[in-house]
């Protein structure tokens, strides 16, 4: 199975401060990458899907690049609305569906 | 508006079995696959199972094969997973997600809010 690693696990940054999560895969998935965002409570709500496209409704600061097994998603200037976990999956051809184990964004 | 309204989660035995349903609105609920993803208390997401829109072929996580069953209902816009054999690490809140575009495989653009299913003596 294709296994998706998340780094780092949690991170703290002020606010207005670039913010850089990474997603790596085991093997390659062409652009077949979704990052979600959850707040705490919240139902999960997707951000970006392949690799680089923005959902509708999602505010620009957020932003996605990658292909093959290099992934990153970042938000530009880091708000308080942004807490929350982040999650990516991965979702080429077939399961598992497997999601990258969280980054966890907080404000300094 | 795009819904999805998860029901049937609660307290069970472990060995016990449980039936969750997922009610959709808003859009074409027969041209979409649909998949469940569960969330242990204060862990991360999971895949759990997926079944194609007309129900021809389903797919689950190694983790609950043999054990549960997806399946649906286009008649009534209704999408269940029985749960059978239910262990204490099954304990999640479990969630019924659609992809944003009718593919078997996609990102989930709608989630349910979910429901919690705890397995406990």
């Known amino acids: 199975d294709i296994q998706m690693t998340q780094s780092p696990s949690s991170l703290s940054a002020s606010v207005g401060d670039r913010v850089t999560i990474t997603c790596r895969a085991s093997?390659?998935?062409?652009?077949?990458l979704a990052w979600y965002q959850q707040k705490p409570g919240k139902v999960p709500n997707l951000l970006i899907y392949?690799?680089?496209t923005l959902q509708s409704g999602v505010p620009s600061r957020f932003s996605g690049s990658g292909s093959g097994t290099d992934f990153t998603l970042t938000i530009s200037s880091l708000q308080p609305e942004d807490v929350a976990t982040y999650y990516c999956?991965?979702?080429?051809?077939?399961?598992?569906?497997?999601f990258g184990g969280g980054t966890k964004v907080e404000i300094k | 508006e795009v819904q999805l309204l998860e029901s049937g989660g609660g307290l069970v035995q472990p060995g016990g079995s449980l039936r969750l349903s997922c009610a959709a609105s808003?859009?074409?609920?027969?041209?979409?696959?649909m998949s469940w993803g569960r969330q242990a208390p204060g862990k991360g997401l999971e895949w759990v199972s997926t079944?194609?829109?007309?129900?021809?072929?389903?797919y689950y996580a190694d983790s609950v094969k043999g054990r549960f069953t997806i399946s649906r209902d286009n008649s009534k816009n209704t999408l269940y997973l029985q749960m059978n054999s239910l262990r204490a690490e099954d304990t999640a809140v479990y969630y019924c997600?659609?992809?944003?575009?009718?593919?078997?495989?996609?990102?989930?653009?709608?989630w349910g809010q979910g429901t919690m299913v705890t397995v406990s003596s």
């Open positions: 999956q991965r979702y080429n051809s077939g399961p598992p569906l497997t």
């Open positions: 808003g859009f074409s609920f027969s041209s979409y696959a």
């Open positions: 392949a690799a680089s």
């Open positions: 997600a659609k992809p944003a575009v009718a593919s078997v495989w996609g990102a989930f653009d709608i």
């Open positions: 079944i194609r829109s007309s129900g021809d072929g389903t």
């Open positions: 093997q390659g998935i062409s652009n077949y």
